[in-house]
């Protein structure tokens, strides 16, 4: 998928470029050696580790570094040099010359001001001449163009009154309102459900070639860098170990990191299912027992209650994975966040091994969350920036009042290693981490008291493949070691696939088809969930440009 418009001037070059960090008095190595160019039209996707150098090396560019970096070398945006220029001049490229979406959207989004606010402020800053109904109108209009639900609404809602994915649309909106000459897309369609996801990455491949934008993606995505990249480097370490064509990486890669890359990439149709251990689940004790359970957010003014779970029935039982997916807005959350007594039932039943949690007293809940871990799909705000990591694990033993100093100190390190982090990560702080690293610490944190039940909510979603797949093997070693439940909300359906025993699909707050992982994935009866399937990426560009076109075809594009 060659967009290049030969005959003109390039969107960027990269010459030599490094980031180095003051660390402990010395200059420490970011990201070293890198050089491309890009054209209009031109779609560099940008693979490798969390950690490796990806987001840093691009935001280098920005100079978009904390107070202890610097970036060498050269960056030119249509001729201008970017690497040293003033401040005043960067602000005036940011947000119009390159646009950014964010990995979390929720810590880049201000929690204090409404998305509509937020969209006309990038607007006007770059269009001083904008007035605020003409601003206001373009902001609707971007939000309709990534498909948010009721767009008017989340205009006037706040980052926080939003799903994970509805605010991942409201940064890609926000980005693309002055429309830039380049888009840095780190990780855009994390947070969204294969639907959207499809849809978006379809709005991004029109931006570029109406508008003569290049991107640069920053993914671990192997299935949307085959679908919308031109060429792709692979990072590692800091320093891009290859770099071709998007046909070449996939079919050729010369690389063994770039080879092993792939060989993790999770695909639809790998699950095998253990007969004799499927027998056994269905005889153990139920750890999670929803009936007809409705969930509803109270009226608030003018604003109407909104019923978010409406009739659902679900039982997941000890050593059980059950997979719920289904797009944003669902309610797929919203069933995790009541398994653990963070929003209360509206009518049904609701129980966590054995113990009832509908009206259940704050002291008996606080004994109930004992036995249950979550990891929450946004590392960057469900972690204490104040504290060191290591301490944020320790704290659930450490409310629990019943390990010594020793104890805490020793299964903090167990599940460091479990979890693939160094031990001497301990004493870092969530800012210092990337953000796969720092999802592997909420998942450390989770796992702390071995519970009995786990809700996992996109805990791999902002993880790159090969430390997913290592995650995914984590995740069932210590369910078999541990025979704790666990609730695994998702969007990622080969995720699904590998670890899930069944699967429950959620469309508007209702369970639409509930199975085994084989019936769902294999043989889905219900039309919605026929859907997701068919949106899912593959990391093949061949295979992956055919069911793009006929998605198109049907959509009658």
């Keep these: 998928m060659t967009n290049t418009q030969t ?27 890198i050089n491309y160019t890009l054209n209009p039209g031109d779609v560099l996707a940008v693979v490798g580790e969390s950690g490796s150098g990806k987001s840093t090396s691009s935001m280098g560019i920005l100079g978009l570094l904390p107070a202890n970096g610097r ?3 050269s960056a030119k945006l249509s001729g201008d040099e970017l690497i040293g220029a003033p401040v005043s001049k960067l602000r005036k490229v940011r947000g119009q010359g390159i646009s950014v979406i964010f990995q979390e959207p929720m810590t880049a989004l201000n929690p204090v001001y409404t998305i509509g606010f937020q969209i006309v402020e990038a607007l006007q800053v770059h269009h001083p001449n904008m007035r605020r109904k003409q601003a206001t109108e373009r902001a609707i209009e971007l939000l309709t163009q990534v498909e948010m639900p009721n767009p008017r609404k989340a205009f006037d809602s706040f980052p926080h009154q939003l799903s994970g994915g509805q605010r ?21 369609t994390t947070a969204l459900d294969v639907t959207v996801q499809a849809e978006i990455l379809d709005l991004m491949r029109r931006l570029h070639t109406e508008m003569g934008s290049a991107i640069v993606l920053i993914t671990h995505d192997m299935g949307v860098v085959a679908d919308l990249a031109d060429q792709v480097i692979v990072m590692k370490d800091g320093a891009v170990v290859e770099h071709g064509s998007v046909n070449d990486i996939f079919t050729a890669p010369t690389h063994p990191y770039t080879q092993a ?8 149709g790998t699950g ?36 978010a779970v409406d009739g659902v029935d679900l039982e997941i039982r000890s050593g059980e994975v059950m997979g719920l997916v289904g797009e944003s807005g669902s309610g797929k959350t919203t069933i995790g966040r009541a398994a653990i007594g963070l929003l209360p039932a509206h009518s049904g039943t609701l129980e966590v091994a054995g113990r009832n949690m509908v009206g259940v007293s704050a002291g008996d809940l606080r004994k109930i969350r004992r036995d249950i871990g979550i990891v929450f799909q946004d590392p960057g705000s469900s972690l204490n920036p104040r504290i060191p990591i290591g301490e944020s694990i320790a704290e659930p033993l450490l409310l629990a009042g ?49 519970p009995k ?8 979603s902002a993880l790159d493949v090969s430390v997913q797949a290592r995650v995914l093997d984590i995740f069932k070693e210590l369910q078999r070691d541990l025979g704790f439940g666990c609730l695994f909300v998702t969007h990622d359906l080969a995720v699904v696939d590998q670890l899930a025993d069944r699967i429950s699909v959620m469309h508007n707050g209702k369970l639409v088809e509930t199975g085994t992982r084989d019936q769902i994935l294999r043989n889905p009866q219900h039309p919605y969930t026929q859907r997701l ?25």
């Design 7 to 33: 005959g003109t001037a390039p969107v960027l070059e990269v010459r030599d470029l490094a980031v180095d960090f003051w660390v402990d008095g010395e200059w420490v190595s970011a990201a070293r050696g």
């Design 71 to 73: 970036a060498t070398g």
């Design 168 to 188: 991942q649309r409201a940064m890609i909106a926000q980005s693309m309102a002055n429309d830039p000459k380049l888009l840095i897309a780190d990780e855009p």
């Design 261 to 268: 890359l792939l060989a993790a990439v999770p695909h639809l």
């Design 272 to 307: 095998v299912t253990d007969a004799a251990e499927a027998a056994e689940r269905i005889e153990s004790d139920a750890v999670l027992k929803m009936t007809d359970l409705v969930i509803e957010y109270p009226k608030r003014g003018r604003v109407p209650a909104f019923r």
């Design 402 to 450: 019943e390990y010594s100093q020793k104890e805490m100190n020793t299964r903090v390190e167990e599940l460091l290693d479990a979890v693939e982090l160094h031990r001497s990560m301990r004493n870092r702080y969530p800012h210092e981490l990337s953000g796969g690293q720092r999802q592997r610490v909420g998942i450390a944190r989770a796992l702390a008291l071995k």
């Design 453 to 460: 039940l786990l809700v996992a909510d996109e805990p791999t």
């Design 533 to 557: 399937i068919s949106a899912v990426p593959v990391p093949d560009p061949s295979e992956q440009r055919e069911r793009r076109r006929l998605r198109q075809e049907t959509l009658g594009l």
